[in-house]
């Protein structure tokens, strides 16, 4: 699999959406919440989270296990789909502890487990880091 141009800003996005995602949950964790930077942050880390979702049912890997090309990996798709659904559910009955722990299980399963899966080593970025980088 080459980086092409759909890979690229699926990686961009999933990279970016990581590190905005981390700023949404610390500005409303830390002693002095942050409102606005907390939902600015939350409006671009959802915005980077569908873009990196729509790019990722756009690649196939016919390499890996997978169902018409689509691998387990996949799976996190309607996941975060689902995720967000509740978060902003429960958002909209101002039920803000159960949005807050939706999103922390939407951000964990979406940026930590997906980022985890896509570094194994059988995977075209964890070849990049384990094989090349390594050169193990």
Do not use: E
Not at 58 to 76: E, F, K, V
Not at 86 to 112: E, K, N, Q, S, W
């Amino acid at each position: 699999m080459q980086p092409t141009p759909l890979i690229t800003v699926h990686m961009f996005a999933a990279l970016a959406g990581t590190a905005v995602g981390a700023v949404a949950l610390w500005a409303r964790r830390s002693a002095g919440a942050r409102p606005r930077l907390h939902r600015m942050a939350g409006h671009a880390w959802v915005l980077l989270m569908l873009v990196t979702a729509i790019s990722a049912l756009c690649i196939r890997d016919y390499q890996l296990p997978n169902l018409a090309g689509y691998t387990p990996i996949h799976l996190l798709v309607p996941l975060l789909f689902a995720g967000l659904l509740v978060a902003f559910g429960r958002l909209a009955r101002r039920d803000i502890a159960g949005h807050r722990r939706a999103m922390r299980i939407t951000y964990m399963g979406a940026c930590l487990v997906a980022g985890a899966f896509t570094l194994l080593p059988n995977r075209y970025l964890g070849g990049l880091l384990w094989h090349g980088l390594l050169g193990l």
